[in-house]
């Protein structure tokens, strides 16, 4: 494939390397971590003491920096590598799937494959990208890569067989926008009621929090009512989906929020914080269940398959 020369190359290439850089680093930068305190000589920690830290994860693989020509050349150096490497898309091979080179001027038959598991939008030939991700002996039938092949060419299959590839995380492209995020679909209208029901949560359980503090009785009144009436909605939005557990947790939700109202107007703001407190403790349970988290930050309601309508066996 040829190509136009492109003047001052090198500046575009340093300016995009120096600014990948801070997210490359951010991405890998793994957490810093506070030794673990000793436990006192002759047995049990003292009452009150935290309980001892589980112990550490396998941390992940660093990032190894490797170019295109380089990985093309030593594949055997990298496979199994997590690296970053920035380079110029060379041909583009299927909706999730690219050649990078070197070069950005011409082909030198140095290209490394690409495989991401998504492109939010298609990275262009001749511009630079920044992929982050494991090198692999490419194999169509490999569990890591066949998922990722969907409208890939024969001829390229041929082609890329046996040589190195980059199963990649990241594809950031040269405006710092990592391509191949998991985004968030667009919410239902449902989906929407529903996100507000969860901010009027939100905002009740914070002003309990001061309500508590300040022993308000009236606010802590009204916030209760606010919460018994999210709580309704909540049960009411998970039943047609057949959520069973969720709708319980609801159910005990809002008689928390009923006791809270009562153990405020007699005074007991003890029991008003013991009991918001195991409230929080069951939005909290509610979430890990049914609320997933995508790569922006966004939330979704996470709900899986419909139950199926008696009789039919069908969703």
């Known amino acids: 494939m040829s190509r136009p020369n492109f003047d001052g190359r090198r500046a575009g290439t340093l300016a995009l390397s120096a600014a990948a850089l801070g997210l490359i680093l951010y991405v890998a930068a793994p957490q810093a971590q506070q030794p673990p305190a000793k436990p006192p ?6 009452q009150g003491a935290p309980a001892a830290p589980a112990a550490p994860a396998t941390p992940q693989k660093p990032l190894v920096p490797v170019v295109a020509s380089t990985l093309a ?18 041909q583009t091979l299927s909706p999730t799937a690219f050649s990078v080179d070197q070069d950005k001027t011409k082909s030198t038959g140095q290209d490394v494959l690409v495989l991401a598991p998504r492109l939010n939008e298609p990275v262009e030939v001749n511009t630079y990208v920044t992929v982050i991700g494991e090198v692999v002996k490419f194999d169509p039938a490999d569990a890591k890569v066949k998922d990722r092949l969907a ?20 594809v950031i492209n040269a405006a710092m926008n990592d391509v191949a995020r998991r985004l968030p679909p667009r919410m239902t209208a449902e989906e929407e009621a529903f996100q507000k029901v969860m901010q009027k949560v939100g905002a009740a359980n914070g002003a309990m929090r001061g309500i508590i503090e300040k022993s308000d009785a009236n606010g802590a009144k ?18 047609p989906h057949g959520k069973a557990d969720a709708m319980g947790w609801a159910q005990d939700a809002r008689k928390s929020a009923e006791a809270i109202e009562i153990a405020a107007a007699a005074g007991k703001w003890d029991e008003v914080k013991a009991t918001a ?22 939330f979704r309601v996470k709900l899986g398959p419909a139950p199926a309508k008696p009789g039919t066996g069908v969703h």
């Open 277 to 298: 407190g195991s409230m929080g403790k069951m939005c909290q349970t509610c979430h890990t269940a049914y609320r997933e988290r995508y790569d922006d930050g966004a």
């Open 73 to 90: 050349a030593k594949p055997d150096t990298f496979i199994g590598e997590n690296v970053t490497m920035m380079a110029t898309v060379d």
């Open 151 to 170: 409208g890939f060419p024969p001829d390229a299959l041929a082609k890329f067989t046996g040589k190195p590839a980059i199963v990649a995380t990241s």
């Open 41 to 46: 000589a002759g047995g049990a920690p003292p």
């Open 222 to 239: 009204e916030q209760a009512a606010a919460l018994k009436a999210a709580f309704v909605a909540t049960e009411a939005f998970f039943k």
